[in-house]
């Protein structure tokens, strides 16, 4: 199984951006996939978020405020998750997700701390 | 509201079996495929296995294959994962999610989540 990685940990403060990183092995090319994000409060299960291919093919989760976007870094072969206007309630762990093949690959998540 | 309601998570010695279960409701139960996702403590989740909204097509991770199985009854808008083999590294929340489609695959979203049941393999 592939290993996607994210940092363990970022913060920001509220009112400034959070750029979240997904970065996958270097057998997968970032720009062969969808980048799907999850968002995960204490105590509660992962929420949908987005889904970024290209500024093209890309899909908002319901509800989900315009302020979560998608992008790709791809000199860095990495997914990007970028939060605008940081809220206290953006305070979660966040999740990367592809589909190399026919079995989904979870990241180990990034704890977004908003100071 | 879609609404997602796991049970029959437990504690179970190594070798044993359990049965989980995912009652649906507040969506054409049918229409979507249907997922089993595991999250351990302070990880990331691990996706189980995936059935499609007939139930034909059946899909597992390689860490359960042969091992758990995955069914629905559409009659009743339940979904089910048999467990056996059960090992310690089974140990986590397990969440049955909707999919945004009735087929099920590359590109199929996990999307809601219910609360999950805890499955704790230990002797």
């Known amino acids: 199984q592939p290993v996607l990685t994210q940092p363990p940990s970022s913060s920001a403060s509220p009112g400034e951006s959070a750029r979240l990183t997904c970065t996958l092995p270097?057998?997968?090319?970032?720009?062969?996939?969808?980048i799907y994000w999850y968002q995960q409060k204490p105590g509660s299960p992962p929420r949908y978020l987005l889904y970024?291919?290209?500024?093209?093919?890309?899909?908002?989760g319901s509800g989900v405020p315009s302020r979560f976007s998608g992008s790709k870094d791809a000199s860095a072969n990495t997914g990007l998750l970028l939060i605008s206007g940081l809220q206290s309630e953006d305070e979660a762990v966040y999740f990367c997700?592809?589909?190399?093949?026919?079995?989904?690959?979870f990241g180990g998540g990034t704890k977004l701390t908003v100071l | 509201e879609v609404q997602l309601l796991e049970s029959g998570g437990g504690l179970v010695q190594p070798g044993g079996s359990l049965r989980l279960s995912c009652a649906a409701s507040?969506?054409?139960?049918?229409?979507?495929?249907m997922s089993w996702v595991r999250q351990a403590p302070g990880k990331g989740p691990e996706w189980v296995a995936g059935?499609?909204?007939?139930?034909?097509?059946?899909?597992?991770a390689d860490s359960v294959k042969d091992r758990f199985t995955i069914s629905r009854d559409n009659s009743k808008n339940m979904l089910y994962l048999q467990m056996n083999s059960l090992r310690p590294e089974d140990t986590a929340l397990y969440y049955c999610?909707?999919?945004?489609?009735?087929?099920f695959g590359k590109g199929s979203v996990f999307d809601p989540w219910g609360q999950g049941t805890l499955v704790t393999v230990s002797s």
């Open positions: 997700m592809i589909w190399p093949s026919d079995a989904v690959v």
């Open positions: 970024y291919y290209s500024d093209s093919d890309k899909g908002q």
């Open positions: 507040g969506f054409t139960f049918s229409s979507y495929g």
């Open positions: 270097s057998d997968l090319n970032v720009g062969d996939y969808s």
């Open positions: 059935i499609r909204g007939g139930g034909g097509n059946v899909y597992y």
């Open positions: 999610a909707k999919v945004h489609a009735e087929w």
